[in-house]
């Protein structure tokens, strides 16, 4: 196969992903390249990065059976990550069926984590987006973090671009009352420290 234009380019994506549909194996390869460090992040923000190698392949597992029936009537990259996204909805419904972890394995596994300004600073900051309301957490990763337009982000969460709008603005002020009143997390659980 040819040079391949930038990742970027949407249509390039697109055009792979009918080749593939039917059939060319060097087209699916060069789509699985430029797409797949794009659903990993999504994935890696919306469920953590310990499950983001696993929600990464059930999208491709997704992906294979669907691509015969891709009709680009989006990108391919928003289709893509709108099959990423049902594959972490599906695993969140799919773990709240399971039991919890245990509070002692929780404390273990915070005591191995190496302190420092910054990796603390990381680690308050991912825990105050994994406490807010998932619709409103999904909505803010896909703006503010991936990058990806109201538009783009309504399409690939099935829903309308006010309803995101409404979403990252109830994000950020969650977030903003949550740093400014000292609270552990968006929902105002008093911090213990």
């Known amino acids: ?19 593939a549909g039917r059939g060319d194996r060097a087209a699916l390869t060069e789509f699985v390249r430029l797409t797949q460090k794009d659903v990993w992040r999504l994935v890696a923000h919306l469920g953590g990065p310990e499950n983001a190698d696993d929600l990464t392949q059930e999208t491709y597992l997704r992906v294979m059976k669907s691509l015969p029936r891709f009709a680009a009537r989006s990108s391919a990259r928003t289709w893509l990550l709108s099959l990423a996204r049902r594959a972490w909805v599906d695993s969140v419904r799919h773990d709240s069926a399971r039991p919890k972890k245990a509070a ?23 825990m105050l987006l994994q406490q807010l309301p998932e ?24 829903c309308r671009m006010g309803t995101i709008r409404s979403r990252v603005a109830r994000a950020r002020r969650d977030l ?11 929902r105002g659980q008093e911090s213990s420290a």
């Open 135 to 158: 619709e409103r957490r999904e909505a803010l990763i896909l703006t503010q973090i991936l990058g990806y337009s109201y538009a783009e982000a309504a399409e690939i969460a099935g």
């Open 176 to 186: 903003v009352a949550a740093t400014e009143d000292g609270h552990d997390g968006p």
């Open 104 to 126: 002692v394995e929780v404390e273990n596994a915070a005591e191995q984590i190496t302190t420092g300004e910054s990796w603390s600073e990381l680690a308050d900051a991912r």
């Open 1 to 19: 196969m040819k040079s391949a234009p930038l990742a970027s380019n949407d249509e390039y994506v697109t055009t792979l992903a009918l080749k």
